[in-house]
């Protein structure tokens, strides 16, 4: 069974740092992507950032392009999400994901296949 657990959310000023950390389990072989979306009541569920942890490739949606970088460490079966320069429209909460594979397409970043889901961490940035 997967299981994806998200950690390391909280409150934070404009322009600071949050790390948010995602901990995988249940996969059988090192062939799946993991994605952060983020969702806000009254707005659509947003895919942020992906990373495929066969190949290492990384999508990032053009707000975020330049302040958040993904990563993966394989002996943790970990993904971050580093947050800097954080601003107010950051303010989400923040889902841990995994499906067969990433893509981007006309500035969106999305999973295919399955797609499993963590529960979220708030992340709110005040002004």
């Known amino acids: 069974e997967v299981q994806l657990v998200e950690s390391g959310g909280g409150l934070v000023q404009a322009g600071g740092s949050l790390r948010l950390s995602c901990s995988a389990s249940?996969?059988?072989?090192?062939?799946?992507?993991i994605a952060w979306f983020r969702h806000v009541p009254g707005k659509e569920r947003e895919g942020v950032s992906s990373?495929?942890?066969?190949?290492?490739?990384?999508h990032y949606i053009d707000s975020v392009k330049g302040r958040f970088t993904i990563s993966s460490d394989s002996a943790k079966n970990t993904v971050y999400l580093q947050m800097n320069r954080l601003k107010p429209e950051d303010t989400s909460v923040y889902y841990c994901?995994?499906?067969?594979?990433?893509?981007?397409?006309?500035?969106?970043?999305?999973?295919?296949?399955?797609?499993?889901w963590g529960r979220g961490t708030q992340v709110t940035v005040s002004s």
């Open positions: 994901a995994a499906g067969a594979d990433t893509a981007e397409a006309m500035g969106v970043v999305y999973l295919l296949g399955n797609v499993y």
């Open positions: 249940g996969f059988t072989s090192g062939d799946y992507a």
């Open positions: 990373i495929s942890i066969a190949d290492g490739s990384t």
